[in-house]
């Protein structure tokens, strides 16, 4: 099986090992990587990469992979004006405003860059684009753009810990190194809920998966595929799974799409013979040993409970924000976790009651309750969520970022 990106482009890495290789293959599908990907050859439990200058390496990490091929660095500067943690479109869009301004801009993103819209097969309601593209592609030209005026992305890091210190902020990354910069923009979206029912983590990638990524369609030819979530990211993935499967349902609590899903995506879904659609039901149970076998679904008017075969089961339901670390410093979050900003800090009903620390001026719009700490897209409270409304904030946040470096 050949994964993407398109065989016109030589393969970089041939990849085995099943289930073993699943982060490899996923991280560089959206790396832009091209790889091929031999699914009956080498052991099933254990990933083996063949790098096109003959490096083998046998089980290695991604982080490993990634170094291999010259993806992982280190912080080019003791110092920024400007870190942005995350690079989906919201991170990518400040990065290209910022740079292209002359801040010294460092990115840091703990996987590869295009965040989720990455992940989206075909985007097709981004202004400019009337016959869509795909988020792998929107994301290269984003990193392209963003790196051509200078900004530095550090690929498979992750900001683990970050706090104020002599007019700086000071994070740490994945491999302990530190990170200085003056202002950061938190863009780090949101990520999967997950699906409380035994047997998600033992059969994860061995047919179960959140999300739908890319680098799994070619594997589920004339296979049943599931589908959990009424989003446009599940309608999207049920119309591309559709291309290679035998079938493909998508399970969804409510009545149907048309609340939740676009109206172009709910018209195809209609038209396509392949594609069911069953309102009303939730996935309670797994089967499988070394691979999802089956899948029991309940519906949820007559409790009435099915087991029916299940080669792929893709869980699409999205909504945590990715904020853990921002309890931890003090940073105000509203209930469900996502981060509060400008004006929204002064209401008790978003807030719950919680004060922001004391501040020498109003926070601006965009900016946390810590001063110099912005966040913007998915990740912010009363954020829309859409690749426009990402970039539009990520935008937004550099002149507002240039204030606050001017406060000195
Ligand atoms: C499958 C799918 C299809 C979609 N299709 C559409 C569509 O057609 N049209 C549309 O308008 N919207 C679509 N959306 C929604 C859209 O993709 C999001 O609204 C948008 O990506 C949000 O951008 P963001 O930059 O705020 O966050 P994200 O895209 O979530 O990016 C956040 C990034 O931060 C990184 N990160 C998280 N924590 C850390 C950390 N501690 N350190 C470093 N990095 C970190 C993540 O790895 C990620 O790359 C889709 C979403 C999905 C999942």
Redesign the pocket.
Known sequence: VSATPPAATPPRVVVTGGAAAYDIRDFLTRAAVPFEYLDDEGPEDVAVCTLDDGTCLTGPTVQDVGRALGLVSAPARDSYDFAI?????????AAVYASCEGLSTVV???????????????????LGFPE?IS?AELAARARHQAEKFGAEILML????EGHPEDGHFVGTL?DGTSLRARAVLV??????RRLEVDGVERLLHSGVYY??AASEAPGMAGKEVYIIGG????G??ALNFAEHARTVTILVRGEGLSETM?NYLCQRIDQSPLIHVRPHTEVVGLDGDEWLHSVTIRDNTTSHEETVPADGLFI?I?GVP?TG?AEQDGVLTNATGYLITGRDLFDPEVTGGRQARSRPRDPYPLETSLPGLFA?????FG?????????G??AMAVPLVRRFLAEG
């Open positions: 943690i995350g690079a989906g479109p919201a991170g990518l869009a840091v993103e703990e996987w590869a860059p295009g965040g989720q819209a990455g992940t989206s097969w075909r985007i097709e309601n981004y869509g988020g890091q992750s900001m683990t994945t863009a780090t979206g949101v990520d999967w999300g739908a989003g446009n990211s599940a999207q993935a676009a699409c999205g990715r670390w913007a897209g998915d990740v912010r954020s829309t969520k859409r690749v426009a409304a990402a970039v904030e990520g």
